[in-house]
């Protein structure tokens, strides 16, 4: 039976790991989602016949229990709010992981059957660690994500504070590793990591939540993957550095696209201000209406579409490709650019244009149509705001200068569908607004696409 159990553990992380390959194509994603679902029904069946194990009853009602709320709020939840969703679900691994380590500690400190070896109380203690941040820093993400936590908060002396925090949670783990598990030292240490967990991402600004979402996410692999060495569970083992490993490969790129180095992003630098204050932005906002908007794509030879955080909001995808649809009808080549970091977590945009019914071989990200901006007619921005701000190029004292943007700004017109004037989620004035080329188009989204295809019909 034991021979048994590791060949479904095997097989069920060779379909984690093909699994994971599929998703990397908004093609193959969905069958890559099903296989590995397929992976853990399987690796999940086979645990119940591992000799000597103990309440079933417990275990089948969590199964029950967790497997009816994700359906339901999997069913419910609306694209606009997937992001949320991911980081909670996501911090559920990394308390779910920090919960195995909690059990397995109390049985050490109460001398019962527990973790044998000191390489296994230590990977117990650390998975702890990690999966405790992860928990409590997920649940803050999914705060500021849902608009509970708006802003970023920040005191006198705070990463000081914040390293004490984290020394004490450090001292504690070590005390536990190495100088004997005790019940008050090891709600000591839990009661730290969670207060760290929240520390470090209190600060961070929601225009930085793509690198906090992908970085939570490598650290609840990681902790599932120390917890599989302490349970001895080869598909916890792999199956979580394989998260970890691609969770980690991820916050690297989103780091990137930020013009962010990946000890800023470990170091809880988010969102931090530049070295001075902003210049203010010269010129003034030239609205423009719907009717006219629609004449100058309809006469456009090649048009691209930059969607953002806003465009989800207005829940305006389908209403863009309709009118994309009918542009290219028309003889109008129409794209769309994807940045890194659009949205509120990696591959936000990618998601919402699939849903719409875009193709793939439409979309781009930066790296590829960057350099078509400069033959594009118009580019039509749609709730974006930030990932096309040229302050980003041209002032060093703004928080974003360097970060890579789409370069809306060198199409021969920009028109911006926006509801108000406000500035974008990083708090910064986009110079884009202001450009000569540059038109707003003042209105909900939905509503705005909506006039646009019914101003090129009628032309």
Partial sequence: MANLIEVVYFVAVALFIFGLKRMSSPRTAKDGIIWAGVGMVAATLVTFFIPDLKNFGLMIAAIIIGSGIAFVSGKRVAMTDMPQMIALYNGMGGGAAAAIAAVELIKLATHETAVHGQVAI?????????????????????????????????????QAFNLLVFAGTIGSGVYLAFAGAEVSVIILFFLLALIFGVLMTVPIGGADMPVVISLYNALTGLAVAFEGFVLNNAAMI?????????????????????NRPISNVLFGSFGAAGGGEESAV??????????????????????????????????????????SKHLIENGVDVKFAIHPVAGRMPGHMN???????????????????????????????????????PVARSNPDSPIYGMPILNADHAKNAIIIKRGQGAGFSGVENALFYADNARMLYGDGQEMASQLIQGTKEL
């Fill in 238 to 258: 792999i199956a979580g550095t394989v998260v970890g490993a691609a969770g980690t490969l991820l916050t690297q790129l989103m780091a990137k696209a930020m």
């Fill in 122 to 158: 230590n990977l117990a203690v650390l998975g702890a660690l990690i999966g405790t941040i992860s928990f409590s820093g997920s649940l803050i993400a999914f705060a500021k994500l849902q608009g509970w936590l708006r802003k970023a908060i920040r005191f006198p002396f705070q």
């Fill in 351 to 389: 998601v919402l244009l699939a849903e719409a019914g875009v193709p793939y071989d439409r979309i781009f990200d930066l790296d590829e149509i960057n350099e078509e901006f400069d033959t594009a007619d118009v580019a039509l921005v749609i709730g974006a705001n930030d990932v096309v701000n």
């Fill in 282 to 323: 010269e010129g003034s906002l030239k609205p423009i209406e719907a009717s006219d908007a629609a004449v100058m794509m309809a006469f456009a030879e090649k048009v691209i579409i930059i969607p953002g955080y806003g465009m989800a909001v207005a829940q305006a995808q389908h209403k863009i490709w309709e009118l």
